[in-house]
């Protein structure tokens, strides 16, 4: 065999090798964790929650660790509540330099929820302004690794005083379950907004890129809606899949899952 020969077979191997790696890359699981803004010494609430619901996957332990900035942090805490509470109240461990939480069974978990846990920070009152303390996990398992799970990291920032919370009785900032879900030909989506403000509505793809901007900019309060027509930015119609749908206001993040069949 020629060196020629030789060298072609080699860049076909790693060709074959590189797209082997690539599908064991894909995820059973996504989780996408929000941006938040807050002020040194408040308190902010990081939802943890699932794409898929892990009924029928068989799972009998979980654990995860997320690192956190001890001159951010003051404190943490796991909140009771998720299905990390499946087999009774699961070990944890936070500081304001990590959460920690396991928990394990023998009855393998049927959920209800997509919520896997929500995490609970107080931020120092010396945190330095300006900081982006970034959200991740430094590991997370579902029985050791099956089903496997891929990450959208999210930060948070910490600024000088926000706006003034909306008065009483005024509207909240939610973002209602896409319409219809599945979704075969697109789907409406809506939400409510407490004030006005700067607005980023977004449709994600499974491992977080952002394939269709639905609207970036100022709206009013109260309550807005779109026709997503299933399409990406480029007017092409979109494979049928899991999907998120992410909304940005005031430094909060809201997100819905959204399956779209063909």
């Known amino acids: 065999m020629t060196g020629a020969c030789r060298r072609c077979l080699a860049w076909i191997l790693v060709a074959v090798l590189s797209l082997a790696a690539a599908a064991a890359r894909a995820a059973d699981l996504q989780i996408v964790l929000p941006s938040v ?5 408040s308190n902010v609430t990081i939802p943890i929650d699932v794409s898929v619901n892990p009924t ?13 900035n001890p001159s951010v942090v003051q404190s943490s805490a796991s909140l009771p509540e998720g299905f990390s509470q499946y087999w009774g109240p699961p070990f944890a461990n936070a500081t304001s330099s990590f959460v920690a939480v396991a928990a394990a069974g023998t009855t393998p978990l049927v959920a209800s929820t997509t919520r896997l846990n929500t995490v609970q920070l107080t931020l120092s009152s010396s945190a330095p302004l300006g900081t982006d303390m970034p959200l991740t996990f430094s590991s997370i398992h579902f029985n050791d690794g099956s089903p496997s799970v891929a990450v959208t990291a999210g930060v948070v920032h910490v600024r000088g005083a926000l706006a003034a919370p909306p008065p009483a009785g005024a509207a909240a900032l939610a973002l209602a379950a896409p319409a219809p879900d599945p979704a075969p030909h697109g ?3 809506a939400c409510t907004l407490p004030a006005p403000g700067t607005v980023r509505l977004a449709i994600l793809a499974l491992d ?6 639905l609207a970036a900019g100022p709206l009013d309060a109260g309550p807005h809606a779109w026709r997503w027509d299933g399409r990406d930015a480029a007017g092409r ?3 049928a899949g899991l999907y998120f749908v992410r909304l940005d206001w005031g430094g909060r993040t809201l997100v819905r899952r959204l399956a779209v069949v063909r």
Do not use: C
């Not at 803004?37 to 010494?41: K, L, R, S, Y």
């Not at 029928?56 to 956190?68: A, E, K």
């Not at 977080?208 to 901007?213: D, L, Q, S």
């Open 56 to 68: 029928g996957m068989g799972i009998v332990s979980l654990d995860f660790r997320m690192p956190l």
């Open 237 to 239: 119609e979109l494979p």
């Open 208 to 213: 977080g890129a952002r394939v269709r901007t």
């Open 187 to 189: 789907a409406r989506i």
């Open 37 to 41: 803004t807050a002020t040194p010494g």
